[in-house]
Nanobody
């Protein structure tokens, strides 16, 4: 069982940056994938980015490429999502998710662990 706690959301102007953090409960793990999803009002949860904990290989949705960076800190059991040049359409609740294994997936149903979410609002 992995527990995930997000932080770092907030209200910013369009064009600004935010860094989200996801702290994973202390457990020896190497074969997991941690990801960020988001859900805007009335829409389905959508994949943003994922990282393989063992290799550090990152994967991005097209909407995140070039603006968002996912990274991990092994010592802190924490994954980050650096978001630059935020747009109003990035406004959503952002969720951290985890799944056992080495291969990232982009559908929410394939993730077993979820955080409570953190609100990100980019105003125009």
């Amino acid at each position: 069982q992995v527990q995930l706690v997000e932080s770092g959301g907030g209200l910013v102007q369009a064009g600004a940056s935010l860094r989200l953090s996801c702290a994973a409960s202390a457990r020896a793990f190497s074969n997991v994938v941690l990801a960020w999803f988001r859900r805007a009002g009335g829409k389905e949860r959508e994949f943003v980015a994922a990282i393989s904990w063992r290799s550090g290989t990152a994967y991005y949705a097209d909407s995140a490429k070039g603006r968002f960076t996912i990274s991990r800190d092994n010592a802190k059991n924490t994954v980050y999502l650096q978001m630059n040049s935020l747009k109003p359409e990035d406004t959503a609740v952002y969720y951290c998710a985890g799944r056992d294994g080495l291969v990232p997936r982009t559908t929410p149903a394939e993730y077993d662990y979820w955080g409570q979410g953190t609100q990100v609002t980019a105003s125009s």
